[in-house]
């Protein structure tokens, strides 16, 4: 499965921005999908998580009511609505497949997100 994360950018503090996940596999809608960041200095963190058929969402604490993950398996594509967002939400984005859910054994490349004040 080969993951092609876009959407980062540079946003002011209290903005949105949508990121987007394709993936390569023909089988993606029997993946499990997940969005993780990693911020300057820290380790890759967990922010959100959805079921292969959508119907199951899973969020961190500190994104949730904020972020929103969603699923097209029409379009193999995963995302991340992210509104209000902080400055420690600062990262590179990193969305990651999961044949079995928790197991994420395919990771795209990563989008950097910027949030300015």
């Known amino acids: 499965v080969q993951l092609q994360a876009s959407g980062g950018g540079l946003v002011q503090a209290g903005g949105s921005l949508r990121l987007s996940c394709a993936a390569s596999a023909r089988t993606f809608s029997s993946y499990a999908m997940g969005w993780f960041r990693q911020a300057p200095g820290k380790e890759r963190e967990f922010v959100a998580a959805?079921?292969?058929?959508?119907?199951?969402?899973w969020y961190a604490d500190s994104i949730k009511g904020r972020f929103t993950i969603s699923r097209d398996n029409a379009k193999n594509t995963v995302y991340l609505q992210m509104n209000s967002l902080k400055l420690e939400d600062t990262a590179v984005y990193y969305c990651a497949a999961a044949p079995h859910l928790g197991e994420y054994g395919y990771w795209g490349q990563g989008t950097q997100v910027t949030v300015s004040s």
């Open positions: 959805i079921s292969w058929s959508g119907g199951d969402t």
